[in-house]
């Protein structure tokens, strides 16, 4: 079955660093791809998707392509900040539901 | 107040006994869903909804019920407890299938002792 696979944290970095989440699918077809965050003690919240093969999706810094060819989704940002600690979910979609990975926690140090 | 909401926040429960949880939107989405975060484990998906009247099973549903009499409801009931329902749980909506953006609520986090 289809399925989404993400590097598992925790991610720890410090402030201004680079960084990249890995991400990498199973799926049949062409399902839209996403990113979700989640802030401590909030529910998720898109980040960003892609719908289509090479597709970028942008939003706060953060960028992601749609790889086909390599199946990834992999998330970056150039320079991260405090504020972008919390836990990173990739999903993609499958008729009417979404199949997230587990997740990668990310902690930045000021 | 506009959006998603879940109630209530935090429950705490005793083995056997029945809990419901709520979900309230106020965007008539047509789909909501409900989802059991765990460590470990991600996101994993109870029961989902397509319209009112319309239910369908998840990943884990074992243990769950769920209604949809209005468009805006989807309340989500565990029959009789059991502490391997202790989890935090998240309902969600959206507009309808493919790329359209889930919005989630809260989340309710729930201890059974």
């Known amino acids: 079955g289809d399925s989404v696979t993400q590097m598992e944290g925790p991610v720890t970095l410090s402030e201004e660093a680079f960084l990249t989440i890995n991400c990498t699918y199973t799926?049949?077809?062409?399902?839209?791809l996403f990113w979700y965050v989640q802030y401590p003690g909030e529910g998720l919240q898109l980040l960003l998707k892609?719908?289509?093969?090479?597709d970028k999706g942008s939003n706060k810094g953060f960028e992601a392509t749609y790889r086909k060819e390599t199946t990834s989704f992999h998330l970056e940002k150039g320079s991260v900040q405090v504020s972008d600690s919390a836990v990173y979910f990739c999903?993609?979609?499958?008729?009417?539901?979404?199949?997230f990975g587990k997740g990668t926690r990310l902690h930045i140090l000021p | 107040d506009a959006g998603i909401t879940q109630s209530p926040r935090y429950k705490i429960t005793e083995t056997g006994r029945q809990v419901t949880l709520m979900c309230h939107q106020t965007?008539?989405?047509?789909?909501m869903f409900w989802y059991r975060q765990d460590l470990g484990h991600g996101l994993r998906l109870i029961y989902y909804?397509?319209?009112?009247?319309?239910?369908d099973k998840g990943e884990v549903p074992d243990g769950y019920v769920v209604s949809r009499s209005k468009t805006e409801n989807f309340p989500l009931t565990l029959e009789s407890a059991t502490r391997s329902q202790t989890s935090v749980y998240f309902c969600?909506?959206?507009?309808?299938?493919?790329?359209?953006?889930?919005?989630f609520g809260p989340g309710t986090r729930l201890t059974v002792t």
């Open positions: 909804s397509a319209a009112a009247d319309i239910t």
């Open positions: 969600a909506s959206t507009r309808g299938r493919g790329s359209y953006e889930q919005y």
């Open positions: 799926a049949t077809g062409y399902p839209s």
């Open positions: 892609a719908t289509k093969a090479d």
């Open positions: 999903a993609l979609t499958r008729d009417d539901k979404i199949i």
């Open positions: 965007w008539s989405h047509s789909y």
